[in-house]
């Protein structure tokens, strides 16, 4: 199971940035995929998730502080999970991580995340 982030970098609050997470290695199709952040000196929490389509209707879940303002998507023909950020506050500056099970859940409500990528920094400027 190998998890590939990208789509970080350097924006302007009020702005927009979509982060891609590319899968490989398991039956994507299958699998709820989660997105997680850490900001400098706090800890790493979970921010969106999407269940499987196959399996569990493709259903989403966003943490309060992102609501209404990030979108999760997934293209399992491309083994793909987007994350689209857009009127980015100061505040979503973080590491941001994509996440995924080791054994195959389907649901975002069960999921353990214990497969990890590498992380991609988001630096939102005032």
């Known amino acids: 199971v190998h998890l590939v982030e990208s789509g970080g970098g350097l924006v302007q609050a009020g702005g927009s940035l979509a982060l891609s997470c590319v899968a490989s290695g398991f039956p994507f199709d299958d699998y709820a995929v989660g997105w997680f952040r850490q900001a400098p000196g706090k800890e790493r929490e979970g921010i969106s998730c999407?269940?499987?389509?196959?399996?569990?209707?493709?259903?989403?879940w966003y943490d309060k502080s992102v609501k209404g303002r990030f979108t999760i998507s997934r293209d399992d023909a491309k083994n793909t999970v987007t994350m689209q950020m857009d009127n980015v506050k100061p505040e979503d500056t973080a590491t941001y991580y994509c996440?995924?099970?080791?054994?195959?859940?389907?649901?975002?409500?069960?999921?353990?995340?214990?497969?990890w990528g590498q992380g991609t920094q988001v630096i939102v400027s005032s």
């Open positions: 996440a995924t099970d080791v054994k195959q859940e389907a649901q975002c409500d069960r999921v353990e995340f214990a497969t």
């Open positions: 999407i269940s499987s389509f196959s399996l569990a209707d493709g259903t989403t």
